[in-house]
């Protein structure tokens, strides 16, 4: 596989999206830092017995996890687009609709009887470093501008068959 870059000009596209993306995953990161030296300081622990919340820590965790993993991940891809390397731009088109859809899940177990009240709580402190890049609507243009400039590079890769 080709990891050269290629001509910047050819792929403002990919390091706009490389920028927005390095961006939003640092934000992401230092927004779960702070949340996670506030919940570990127990700033939530009067909440949560006021509420009877018993899985919001469990809940937290795993929501926070799954956060930073998102966020570790763009980071390493938008790096590689800032260079004009498109080669995990399918990686972070994946890593995009996944944040969607989880999204959506953590959504749906606020129904959840048992641990509904819970996820709700702990979703804003976990997943609130995700909003920036909902508020800008990065899943939704992010991956149209990747398709863009790998097509304009494959384009300008294949030889002219006049």
């Known amino acids: 596989m080709d990891t050269t870059p290629t001509d910047h000009r050819a792929n403002v596209p990919a390091i706009i999206v490389g920028v927005f993306i390095l961006l939003t995953a640092f934000f992401g990161l230092w927004y779960n830092a702070m949340s996670m030296i506030g919940v570990l300081a127990g700033a939530s622990d009067p909440l949560l017995k006021q509420f009877d919340l018993p899985f919001f820590y469990h809940a937290y965790y795993a929501m926070s996890g799954i956060c930073v ?3 570790v991940v763009l980071l390493v891809c938008g790096v590689d687009l800032i260079r004009s390397r498109l080669r995990w731009s ?8 996944f944040e969607m859809g989880y999204f959506l899940a953590v959504g749906s177990l606020w129904l959840e009887p048992t641990i509904g009240r819970s996820v709700g709580a702990a979703t804003g402190v976990a997943n609130g470093g995700m909003m920036a890049q909902f508020i800008i609507l990065l899943p939704l243009w992010g991956p149209l501008l990747l398709w863009w400039a790998k097509s304009r590079q494959q384009s300008r890769a294949a030889p002219d068959l006049k």
């Open 69 to 71: 993993f998102c966020y």
């Open 90 to 97: 399918r990686l972070v088109t994946l890593v995009l609709v």
